[in-house]
C-alpha cells in the first residue's frame, strides 16, 4: 500500500495529465483544520480532493464537513485508490458541464 503522500503525487501528475492547463495546489490543514488536500482549479471550474491512503483510512475532525460544504459549491470528494477511477470520471463529467 502506498503511503498517502506517493498516492497524492501521482494523483497530482495524473490530473495535470487529464486537464490541461489547471492548477494543483495543496491546501493548509494548518490555516482551515479539516479542509481538503488538494486544490484543482480549471477554466472556470475547481473542485477540491481529500486523498486518503485506502478506503478505510481514519477520518479527521471536520473533514467530513469541508468535503461536503464544498461538494455544495462546486465539486468535492475524498479519493484513495479504491475510488480514483470512479472520482476522476465524476470530476471530469463535472469538469465538462
Not at 30 to 37: A, K, L, R, S, T
Not at 60 to 89: A, C, G, H, T
Request: charged residues 30%; contains cysteine.
Amino acid at each position: 500500500m502506498k503511503k498517502e503522500s506517493e498516492f497524492q503525487a501521482s494523483l497530482k501528475k495524473e490530473l495535470k495529465k487529464m486537464f490541461p492547463g489547471c492548477i494543483v495546489t495543496k491546501l493548509d490543514a494548518g490555516c482551515i483544520q479539516g479542509i481538503p488536500d488538494l486544490l484543482i482549479l480549471y477554466g472556470k471550474h475547481w473542485a477540491t480532493l481529500e486523498n486518503k491512503r485506502s478506503a478505510n483510512a481514519k477520518k479527521r475532525p471536520n473533514q467530513d464537513f469541508y468535503v461536503n460544504k464544498m461538494n455544495d459549491m462546486s465539486f468535492s470528494r475524498f479519493i484513495y485508490p479504491e475510488n480514483k477511477e470512479e472520482v476522476l470520471n465524476e470530476l471530469r463529467k463535472a469538469f465538462e458541464s
